[in-house]
Structure formats: C-alpha cells, structure tokens
C-alpha cells in the first residue's frame, strides 16, 4: 500500500513541510502531483516525476526531481510550482483568518501528464496551509486614504 505523508498536516503557509511517499517499489517512476481550488473555484497545480530508492520512498527534500513542474531538489517545490490551470490567473489568499489552502497531493504511477478523473492515484494526503496563527486578530485600518489590515499576535 503507498503512503503520501505531509508532516505536519497543518501549518503556516510560509513555513517548510517534509513530503514523502512510501510503499513504492525499488526504482519505480512515479508522478507526485500537488493541487488546489482557491476562493474562487479556479484549480491551481504543480507535478514532477520523481525515481523512488532502493527502499521504495520518495522524498522531494532529497531526491531530485526528473521533470514536470521543476527538477532538481526542491523540498517545497510542489507548493512552490503551482500553476493555474485558467492563464493569467494569481494565487491569491482574500480570507486569510477564516480558512486554510487545503492542497491535494497524489501520486501516480509511472510519467502522469493528464488531468483524467478517471486516473485513481496510488496514494495521497491533503495538507492545510494556513495565513494566519492561531489566536491572531485582525483589525482594520481605515485613516484618510490608508487601507490596510494589522495583524495582532495573541
């Protein structure tokens, strides 16, 4: 059975998460594919192709990418690569206290290219990516022509 671990499942957009997958076999040619729907339904996604090792795990933070996305050794590429599936469309965060990103990451056997729903993932995980600590307020700012939001630690 292969295992798509995020660790930890839930954190702060800015900060680092470990990506693996286990359960692979030895060698195998396998595509991780990272995606999400923003606020406004729009799908944003990254994927890369990656050789699992003698123990059958893939780890982005170590193993070099072999194309798609990125290459290379990128621990935060599949966040990092995000791309909108609509052209010309950003990634934006509008309610950045109410809800996380939850971003969807899956892994295919072999090179996967497409987006067929019909193609079931070997295995995969949601991570929460979060804009806003727990406990932190937000407080308006409306002075004069300024607008603007202050962010207040617990």
Not at 19 to 39: F, M, N, Y
Request: proline fraction near 8%.
């Amino acid at each position: 059975m292969v295992e798509v671990t995020v660790t930890p499942q839930s954190s702060l957009a800015d900060r680092p998460v470990q990506i693996r997958v286990r359960g692979l076999s030895p060698s195998q040619l396998v595509t991780l594919r990272a995606w999400l729907k923003d606020e406004q339904g729009e799908c944003f996604q990254s994927r890369a192709f990656f050789r699992a090792d003698g123990a059958g795990e893939v780890d982005p933070g170590l193993h070099a990418a072999l194309g798609g996305s990125y290459s290379g050794v990128w621990p935060m590429g599949l966040f990092w690569f995000l791309q909108p599936d609509t052209l010309f469309r950003r990634l934006v965060k509008r309610d950045v206290a109410g809800s996380p990103f939850r971003v969807r990451l899956e892994v295919f056997d072999g090179l996967s290219l497409g987006t067929d729903p019909r193609e079931q993932p070997l295995g995969s995980c949601e991570a929460e990516r979060w804009y806003v600590g727990p406990g932190v307020q937000r407080v308006p700012i409306r002075e004069g022509r300024v607008r603007g939001a202050l962010f207040l630690p617990p």
